[in-house]
């Protein structure tokens, strides 16, 4: 599947090189393609810079938001949570329109210090804000409750765990959840529509602390029945 | 141990006829004790009377909410979270002190209707709120991310699942955990002070969408390592 990735980080890497893997033709969007390529510094994240692993992945194309999404059905947003809406106002409506959003993107807000808060949560969340500004695209929250490595590689742990989806198109959500599947995941849960993500971003202060508790993030949730 | 359980609900009486088969001394503290076993009618959730409870469990004690913790070691918060701060009150302080209170409460709001909100969450929690009005009590946070049969009975669940304890005190918190293995749950992960019932308070919107989405309450989080 053409796919776009929104964002140059941890995650968006991940995600890149393992649909690569799948067979899938991968795009990274960002906001200028020629800088983010000669980047040769590490990020704020300490990452290795970003054309070091461009050089690595020569079969991830990069281009501008813009470019990215426009030839692409499936648009993954791996940006930050607080950069999340200006990016896809970047992409534009006219990209976005009948697309697939996978939302990957936590409300996070770190201007209060460790841990981060959430920036909406309970009335709302970061995957309706979403909708709402591109109500022609077709958003579908997931993947927002474990790291970037389990995301893609779950059988890393020692047992399956569980992902979730949050959506108000079902064809959406089917595509999402093939997805995760190919990328090994055996138990995913439709929660309903977009406002279910209010459920899964409030995971993320116990993830946070989880993290704390048990001294590494490789760690995931599952819905025990 | 001699505990006292405040709220006549299902938490409080399925906690109750537990305790009692494992050996514990229980009085359970309500408002008026008379007019309490003079109930005859179903309550608001549809629960049997409680005179008909009461009646099948005649080694549960009943009795004011001051007078029930008062020779008690142990009280178990098992009132609905809007009530507990106004229940504790009524315990009184000078009942509470010393003394380890463990929260099972959730901060549900339900004034804009299903699912409940929380009137606290991210930056506070219920749990914080008890600690800070009562701070000669040692309040740890439990079993508020299960239903109330799986917080005694766990292993009525397909496999073992988790269960989370916040507190500052870690005595208090090896005395609730010891309770919990006695209930029989296996993985009770310790996950710092009481600010991290914000973690498990916050569960709360999921599990509501996760009981809708999968039909039954009988489910749990484990946390897949």
């Given at each position: ?203 993320l202060p116990v993830w946070l602390r989880l993290w704390g508790a048990l001294g590494t993030p490789a760690f995931n949730f599952k819905i025990v029945r």
């Open positions: 599947m053409k796919t776009a990735i929104l964002g140059t980080g941890t995650v968006a890497r991940t995600i890149a090189a393992r649909l690569v893997e799948l067979g899938h033709d991968v795009t990274i969007g960002t906001r200028d393609a020629e800088a983010t390529l000669a980047r040769t510094e590490v990020d704020a994240m300490g990452n290795a810079p970003f054309a070091a692993w461009s050089a690595g992945n020569p079969d991830v194309t990069v281009a501008s938001f813009a470019n990215a999404a426009s030839g692409s059905e499936l648009i993954i947003n791996a940006t930050n949570g607080g950069a999340s809406l200006h990016v896809l106002a970047l992409v534009g409506a006219e990209n976005l329109s009948g697309k697939v959003i996978l939302d990957l993107a936590n409300p996070l807000d770190f201007s209060h210090g460790m841990p981060p808060t959430l920036f909406v949560k309970d009335t709302d969340s970061l995957g309706e804000q979403i909708q709402r500004a591109f109500p022609a695209a077709r958003v579908v929250k997931s993947l927002n409750t474990l790291n970037a490595d389990l995301m893609v590689h779950p059988d890393q742990l020692s047992e399956s765990s569980t992902v979730f989806v949050s959506g108000n198109d079902a064809d959406a959500k089917h595509t999402v959840t093939a997805l995760l599947e190919d990328f090994g995941h055996r138990d995913v849960i439709d929660l309903g529509d977009i406002t279910t993500a209010r459920g899964t971003e409030m995971l």
